[in-house]
């Protein structure tokens, strides 16, 4: 089946820096992108879609310059969380279509970010 | 705006009971898509089930089905002979429209299948 692979699935970084998160799709070309932020023990909040080739949309009160998202290619799309500090810790996923949208979507298994 | 709700913050059952676990939406849109997802430990999203909202008769998949009834814009998911596999946070979600528009979550439902 379509997957999407995202990495890394931990990391720990120092307040005031920089993490990259990688979400790829294997088999399918991702053109749309969905990033989603969730708190222990409760739901998915969407943070952005990103489209290749294309400026990301952000949802409301997401600050986009905190997190930056670029989808350069039709396998490809990052998530950068800059200057981090303790409050951006969480668990972030992507999701992606892996065609038909109305069929559903294919999630990453998602990265755990901490930051001391 | 579109909402989805969970009534239900926990349920726990039996193995090889039968669940059904609650979900609403509000929309005053006509064109849409439901789906139940999976979310077990490992936090991997799972997709479980899906419907059409232009489909009148109510999706299956092998032990999972749904009680779709848009009038009153419920969409329940019932799991038959449930298995210790099954425990784990499910999420209603429905999306708008054609082509790749975002998944409104509900705010999940943990699920425990005991032995």
């Known amino acids: 089946g379509a997957v999407v692979s995202q990495h890394p699935s931990r990391v720990i970084c120092k307040s005031g820096t920089s993490v990259k998160i990688e979400c790829r799709s294997l088999d399918f070309q991702a053109t749309t992108m969905f990033w989603y932020r969730q708190f222990p023990k409760q739901s998915l909040m969407l943070m952005a879609t990103?489209?290749?080739?294309?400026?990301?949309?952000?949802e409301q009160g997401v600050e986009k310059d905190k997190f930056l998202i670029n989808h350069a290619s039709l396998t490809l799309s990052t998530l950068t969380v800059t200057s981090a500090h303790p409050e951006d810790s969480s668990f972030y996923i992507c999701?992606?279509?892996?065609?038909?949208?109305?069929?559903?979507?294919?999630f990453g298994s998602g990265t755990r970010l901490t930051v001391v | 705006a579109q909402t989805v709700t969970q009534s239900q913050p926990e349920m726990s059952v039996q193995e090889a009971e039968t669940v059904t676990l609650s979900c609403t939406y509000d929309?005053?849109?006509?064109?849409?898509?439901l789906f139940w997802y999976k979310q077990p430990p490992s936090r991997q999203m799972i997709l479980v089930i899906r419907?059409?909202?232009?489909?009148?008769q109510n999706a299956t998949e092998n032990r999972f089905s749904v009680n779709f009834q848009k009038a009153a814009k419920s969409f329940s998911l019932k799991i038959s002979d449930s298995q210790l596999g099954d425990t784990a946070m499910y999420f209603c979600?429905?999306?708008?429209?054609?082509?790749?528009?975002?998944?409104?979550f509900g705010q999940g439902t943990r699920l425990t299948i005991n032995p």
């Open positions: 979600a429905f999306m708008i429209g054609q082509g790749a528009q975002k998944l409104v």
């Open positions: 990103s489209n290749e080739g294309s400026k990301a949309t952000y």
């Open positions: 929309t005053s849109e006509n064109n849409y898509y």
């Open positions: 419907q059409e909202a232009y489909k009148q």
């Open positions: 999701s992606a279509p892996p065609g038909n949208p109305n069929y559903g979507y294919t």
